[in-house]
Nanobody, 125 residues
Framework: QVQVVESGGGLVQAGGSLRLSCAAS????????MGWFRQAPGKEREFVAA????????YYADSVKGRFTISRDNAKNTVYLQMNSLKPQDTAVYYC??????????????????WGQGTLVTVSS
């Protein structure tokens, strides 16, 4: 059974930074791509960033490109999302999920199979 647990959310002022972590466990996670999504109140869940199984390929939503960086440490089965220059519109619950294709290009939630419970990020103006 694959388990995914996010952490690192909190309250930060606009312009500040946070680093989210996603700890995953499972028999073949090293072959999974990983993705981050977010969902703001009253809005649909949206893609944020993805990383291939090797970490060699990353992909970002236009809204976070240049501000967020996704990375992974396969030895620790952990994926990170470094968020800089945060804006109030980044406020959302952030979710981590596994992508069995391994390529790290999926932007639709339906391509991801295991999800964490989410961690709340609040950016004050």
């Amino acid at each position: 059974q694959v388990q995914v647990v996010e952490s690192g959310g909190g309250l930060v002022q606009a312009g500040g930074s946070l680093r989210l972590s996603c700890a995953a466990s499972g028999p073949t996670l090293t072959h999974y791509a990983m993705g981050w999504f977010r969902q703001a109140p009253g809005k649909e869940r949206e893609f944020v960033a993805a990383i291939s199984w090797s970490g060699g390929s990353t992909y970002y939503a236009d809204s976070v490109k240049g501000r967020f960086t996704i990375s992974r440490d396969n030895a620790k089965n952990t994926v990170y999302l470094q968020m800089n220059s945060l804006k109030p519109q980044d406020t959302a619950v952030y979710y981590c999920a596994t992508d069995p294709t391994g390529w790290g290009r999926a932007t639709k939630a339906r391509f991801y199979d295991y999800w964490g419970q989410g961690t709340l990020v609040t950016v004050s103006s």
